[in-house]
């Protein structure tokens, strides 16, 4: 191996040096840049922690208020919920059942030569100048009838079932 001559060292190690000071402010920036976006994201958790610890605490005050355990709370609070989506659809089906006879109904009242239009309901129902618009509740529809009476049969996607008259 070759003896590197002592008045090249110092211009050796500036060269090593600039070298390595441009990869490594490259890789600076780069560290720098992922430090910011990593405490953006610990500053998002921390509120995150903060709102569920709310959260938590009010739920543990609602079931000291109850007399019950904070999950058996929660338990009968989704209960709770589950049961007013169904009764809410289940209502949402009447409605449209009774918009459908109320419109079937119109338009055979209108004039005497008008009659019950039977035929699907599930996509909405319109007869002469009233329309009732689909309901995404609805799985089927029926309207059917003679005279001025009809008969509506309207079936929702959980099953429940709704007729009138």
């Given at each position: 191996m070759k003896a590197i001559p002592r008045a090249t060292l110092?211009?050796?190690?500036?060269?090593?040096?600039?070298?390595?000071?441009?990869?490594?402010?490259?890789?600076?920036?780069?560290l720098e840049q992922e430090n910011t976006r990593l405490k953006a994201q610990v500053d998002q958790l921390l509120e995150e922690n903060k709102a569920l610890k709310v959260q938590g605490e009010f739920i543990n005050r609602l079931a000291t208020q109850a007399g019950v355990s904070p999950q058996e709370f929660v338990q009968k609070l989704e209960q709770g919920l589950s049961g007013a989506r169904v009764q809410a659809q289940q209502r949402s089906v009447q409605a449209y059942t009774q918009n459908v006879y109320k419109a079937a109904y119109a338009y055979a009242a209108e004039s005497e030569e008008n009659k019950v239009i039977s035929g699907d309901c599930s996509s909405g129902y319109t007869v002469g100048q009233y329309s009732v618009p689909a309901n995404s509740e609805i799985s089927s529809c029926t309207v059917s009838g003679t005279g001025e009476?009809?008969?509506?049969?309207?079936?929702?996607?959980?099953?429940?079932?709704?007729?009138?008259?």
């Open positions: 110092p211009l050796l190690l500036t060269l090593a040096l600039t070298a390595c000071s441009s990869d490594n402010s490259t890789q600076l920036k780069t009476e009809p008969d509506v049969a309207v079936i929702g996607k959980d099953g429940y079932r709704s007729a009138l008259p």
